[in-house]
C-alpha cells in the first residue's frame, strides 16, 4: 500500500496519500519507507515537527542515505553534526548518488560531487543517475557536459520536480532563458516533492528568471 500512497504523491494527492500511509502505519508503525513518505507530505505542508519525528522513526529502522538527508533538512542546526557523519559514511558506502545530490545542492565538495555522481554511473544509466551527473557538473561549472547528461534525463519523460529544478538551473547557466523558464514552470507545478534545500534552490532560480 505504500505503493499506492507513493503514486498519490507523486500525482500531488497528499490527503490520499496521508490516508493511505496510516493504515499503512497502523497495522506496522515501524514501517521505515511509510513513515518516510509520511514524513515528505510533512514537509510539504511545513509542518517540521512531524516531519523530524517521521524521519528519525525511519532512520531508526532503517538508516539509509536518503532518509538521514531528509532528516539533515528539518533538524536544528546544533543537532546536525552525529547525522551527517553518519549520512556521509552511509553514502560514500552505498548511495553515492544521494551524497553527490546532496553536495551538489548545497553547494560544496563540488570535485567530490561528481566524482561520485560518475562512479554510480558507471554502475548505472537510469533518468536519476543521469539527473545527478547533470547536477553535479553544472554546480562544478561544466555546463556544457551537464547539458549533455540532462538531456538524457529529461527524454526519459519522468515527472519529477528535483529534474525539472536541474533542468532551469543548467539551461539558465547555458544560457537558454527560454528552456530555463520551461523547466522551471514544470518545477513548480510539483513544488512539494522538494526538500527544504531544494525549495530554496528553486526560489534562486525564480529570483533570476523573474518567474
Known amino acids: ?15 490520499q496519500a496521508a490516508a493511505t500511509l496510516t493504515t499503512v502505519l497502523e497495522a506496522q ?18 509542518d517540521r515537527e512531524t516531519a523530524e519525528r517521521c524521519f528519525r522513526a525511519a532512520c531508526e529502522v532503517d538508516p539509509r542515505a536518503d532518509y538521514l538527508w531528509a532528516l539533515l533538512e528539518v533538524v536544528e542546526e546544533t543537532q546536525r553534526s552525529d547525522i551527517e557523519d553518519l549520512f556521509v559514511a552511509l553514502g560514500a558506502s552505498h548511495d553515492t548518488r544521494a551524497l553527490s545530490l546532496h553536495y551538489a545542492t548545497l553547494g560544496k565538495g563540488n570535485e567530490e560531487a561528481v566524482a561520485l555522481a560518475m562512479d ?33 534525463a529529461l527524454a526519459v519523460g519522468y515527472r519529477d520536480a528535483r529534474i525539472y529544478l536541474h533542468a532551469a538551473w543548467i539551461s539558465h547557466a547555458n544560457g537558454d532563458l527560454q528552456q530555463a523558464k520551461k523547466h522551471l514552470e514544470r518545477a513548480k507545478k510539483l513544488e512539494w516533492q522538494l526538500l527544504p534545500s531544494e525549495a530554496r534552490r528553486l526560489a534562486e532560480i525564480s529570483d533570476k528568471l523573474a518567474v
Not at 1 to 15: F, H, P, S, V
Not at 29 to 46: F, S, V
Open 120 to 152: 554510480e554511473y558507471e554502475r548505472r544509466q537510469d533518468v536519476f543517475t543521469c539527473d545527478t551527473v547533470a547536477w553535479a557538473l553544472a554546480n562544478n561549472g561544466q555546463l556544457k557536459e551537464a547539458q549533455r547528461y540532462m538531456h538524457e
Open 1 to 15: 500500500m505504500t505503493g499506492l500512497a507513493q503514486i498519490y504523491w507523486n500525482n500531488g494527492e497528499r490527503d
Open 29 to 46: 508503525p515501524d514501517y521505515a519507507p511509510a513513515l518516510y513518505l509520511t514524513g515528505r507530505i510533512a514537509i510539504a505542508e511545513k
